[in-house]
């Protein structure tokens, strides 16, 4: 079982930037494509950003339409680490943040929640206007 801890989720102004990190004590995730996904409240959970693992290929990253241009996935496997800069945040982009892993091909992604194998518990970000 793979075990996921998001952190640095925050209230923040809207225009501000802010950085999510997702690790794992106990497994390494260098050959899972990791993905983050968001909640907010009354609504379903949605795909934010997805990166693959390498595999020898480069890596490969997706985005919600509605975070492109302002967040960029990336990952730190010596770190064992998945991290979300977001910036220019906007009081939409308020949810509770998670991060999943999945098994997927190298080089790929899914922008799928069903393809996800495990979640972490999630951190809240809080934009206000």
């Known amino acids: 079982q793979v075990q996921l801890v998001e952190s640095g989720g925050a209230l923040v102004q809207a225009g501000d930037s802010l950085r999510l990190s997702c690790t794992a004590s106990?497994?390494?995730?260098?050959?899972?494509?990791m993905g983050w996904f968001r909640q907010a409240p009354g609504k379903e959970r949605e795909f934010v950003a997805a990166i693959s693992w390498s595999g020898g290929m480069p890596y490969y990253a997706d985005y919600a339409d509605s975070v492109k241009g302002r967040f960029t996935i990336s990952r730190d496997n010596a770190n064992n680490t998945v991290y979300l800069q977001m910036n220019s945040l906007k009081p939409e982009d308020t949810a509770v943040y998670y991060c999943a892993a999945a098994w997927v091909v190298a080089g790929r992604v899914s922008v799928e929640r069903r393809d996800y194998e495990y979640w972490g518990r999630g951190t809240q970000v809080t934009v206000a206007s």
């Open positions: 106990r497994h390494s995730l260098s050959t899972y494509a």
